[in-house]
């Protein structure tokens, strides 16, 4: 069946540092959709990419689809505390959400 | 708002005791969805209803069973909790005829004593 691989798996950046995530899946998406998830918290959706190549912002987090639409990234330009959780990326297959393992952010003050 | 909402937020059982969870939505999704999310894991899906037709993931253990009776309530049943059922549960809604989005409950964090 279909997998998402996300990495790192954890990553801990100093506040103003720049933080990347990626997520690579063994099938052609659709679609791909990130989610996050604070401390103790359930997954927030952030944006969904659905063309090839296509990149879309939301302040300091720009999205990325691979041409090939089997990969994807998450950028955050100068991380803030507010920046703190887990991030996912999710492919969908059939109405049901492939999640990748998730990144685990922290931010130091 | 329009919302999911799940309750309740913590439930403490005893190994072998049923237990009961509720979701809720009022955004009038066809599609519920069950997840199970263990600490530093992504969310695992347990089992989907589109409308009242039961989705059963492959490896989802036969202790866990669900309802939907109508379209704003789906449950959550585990006949037999183990000491391994301790997690997140949780509960996301969907549009089929919308976007792909799914809306997440809080979750309920259930404990196994």
Redesign the interface.
């Known amino acids: 069946g279909q997998q998402v691989m996300q990495i790192p798996q954890y990553q801990h950046v100093q506040e103003g540092e720049d933080f990347t995530t990626y997520c690579n899946s063994s099938t052609t998406l659709s679609n791909i959709q990130w989610y996050k998830q604070r401390p103790g918290g359930h997954p927030v959706f952030l944006i969904q990419l659905v063309k090839s190549g296509e990149v879309k912002k939301q302040k300091r987090l720009t999205f990325q689809f691979g041409e090939a639409k089997k990969n994807s990234s998450l950028h955050i330009t100068a991380t803030q505390t507010t920046d703190v959780g887990t991030y996912f990326c999710a492919g969908q297959q059939g109405g049901k959400l492939i999640f990748g393992q998730g990144t685990e952010l922290s931010v130091k003050p | 708002d329009a919302m999911v909402i799940q309750n309740p937020r913590y439930q403490v059982t005893q190994f072998g005791k049923p237990v009961t969870l509720s979701c809720s939505q009022t955004l009038n999704h066809n599609?519920m969805y069950w997840y199970q999310q263990k600490s530093?894991?992504?969310?695992k899906?347990l089992f989907?209803y589109?409308d009242k037709d039961f989705n059963n993931e492959a490896d989802t253990p036969d202790n866990f069973q669900s309802r939907r009776p109508n379209t704003s309530f789906c449950f959550l049943d585990i006949r037999s909790p183990g000491l391994g059922d301790a997690a997140m549960y949780?509960c996301a809604t969907q549009d089929?005829k919308g976007?792909?989005?799914?809306?997440?409950?809080?979750?309920t964090r259930l404990t196994v004593l």
């Open positions: 599609v530093s894991q992504a969310p899906l989907h589109y949780l089929y976007t792909d989005t799914q809306y997440f409950g809080p979750g």
